[in-house]
C-alpha cells in the first residue's frame, strides 16, 4: 500500500463543473459555522429547488466494480444532489459527472496511484461556501474526510447545509468516534436553515449508533425511514443514514446493485419555508 498511497499533510478540495477543475487548499472546518461566508439579503435567483429536489447517497466502493459505470449514469439521472462516499476521482469518473451536469466538489482523504479518494458532493447548482474535516483512523494510517457544502435556496432567503461523511471504521470502543462527531457537531449548530446529513457512518454497533442518534437528538434532525431490507447492513446493521431538517421527504428508496458493498439511497425532498410551510 505504501507505494500505491500518499496521505496529503493538509485535507484540501478538488472543485470541478463546466469543463474546468481547480484545486483549493485552505478549505478546513474552523470552530463557526460556513454560514458566515454567504448572507446576502432578499431572495436567492439561482439555487436547490424547494418544490422538490432528489439526492442520492452512495458509497460507491471506488467505482472498481464491472457495471459500475452503467448503474451511476442510470442512477444519476435522477438525482439533483450527489453525496458519494469512497468516490475514486479518475477520468471515468470525471467524464460521467460532466454528462451528468454536475458541479461538484471532493474532499481528498488520500490519493490512490496519484488519484484523490474520499467524499464527493455534486449539484446542478454551485454551493456559496464548503469546508472539510478530516479524520484519523485510529488503527490504520488512511483517513476519512467529511464535506460541508452551503447552497443557496432558489426563490427563497434560506441556505441548505449538506454535510457528506465517510465516518472512521476501525476504534476498539466509541471515545473517537463521539469524538469525531463532536467537532462535525460544533460546526453544524449555529446553523438555522435546512440541513442534511448524509453518508457512511460506519455504525455497525449498538455503541456507534447510540452515538449518531445521540448528535441527531441534539440537532433536531429526523431520519429518513426506508423499506425494510432494502439498506446494506454489516455486522447487522444499517451503516448509511440520511438525516435532514426543515425538509419534507416524498419518496426514499434503495437500489439493490452488485457493483458496490453499498446499496444506493434516493430520496426526494421538499423545502420547508420558514415557519414549517412549504
Avoid at 484523490?116 to 449539484?123: A, D, H, P
Wanted: glycine fraction near 12%; include cysteine.
Amino acid at each position: 500500500m505504501s507505494g500505491c498511497v500518499s496521505i496529503p499533510k493538509a485535507p484540501y478540495v478538488v472543485s470541478g463543473g463546466g469543463g474546468s477543475e481547480v484545486v483549493r487548499n485552505e478549505v478546513g472546518c474552523g470552530e463557526s459555522s460556513i454560514d458566515t461566508a454567504a448572507r446576502p439579503g432578499g431572495l436567492h435567483g439561482e439555487g436547490i429547488d424547494p418544490g422538490g429536489f432528489t439526492l442520492l447517497n452512495w458509497n460507491v466502493q471506488k467505482g472498481g466494480q464491472e457495471g459500475w459505470a452503467a448503474d451511476f449514469a442510470r442512477l444519476a439521472a435522477d438525482a439533483d444532489l450527489l453525496a458519494l462516499q469512497e468516490a475514486y476521482l479518475t477520468d471515468p469518473l470525471r467524464g460521467l459527472l460532466r454528462e451528468g451536469d454536475y458541479r461538484w466538489d471532493m474532499a481528498a482523504a488520500f490519493l490512490n496511484r496519484e488519484h484523490e479518494t474520499g467524499v464527493l458532493t455534486g449539484s446542478k447548482s454551485a454551493p456559496v461556501a464548503f469546508c472539510v474535516t478530516r479524520f484519523a483512523e485510529p488503527l490504520v494510517v488512511i483517513p476519512k474526510t467529511a464535506l460541508t457544502s452551503l447552497y443557496p435556496v432558489a426563490e427563497t432567503d434560506l441556505f441548505l447545509l449538506v454535510v457528506n461523511v465517510h465516518l472512521i471504521n476501525f476504534s476498539v470502543d466509541t471515545v473517537q468516534y463521539r469524538g469525531l462527531l463532536g467537532t462535525l457537531e460544533e460546526s453544524l449548530a449555529s446553523h438555522e436553515g435546512p440541513l442534511l446529513l448524509t453518508g457512511d457512518f460506519n455504525t455497525w454497533s449498538n455503541g456507534r449508533l447510540k452515538v449518531v442518534e445521540g448528535l441527531r437528538d441534539r440537532l433536531g434532525l429526523t431520519a429518513v425511514a426506508f423499506a425494510e431490507g432494502g439498506l446494506s447492513r454489516f455486522l447487522g446493521k444499517n451503516v448509511d443514514h440520511v438525516f435532514y431538517r426543515g425538509l419534507e421527504p416524498v419518496e426514499a428508496r434503495t437500489v439493490k446493485v452488485a457493483t458496490s458493498d453499498h446499496n444506493p439511497l434516493l430520496v426526494t425532498f421538499r423545502v420547508l419555508r420558514r415557519g414549517g410551510v412549504r
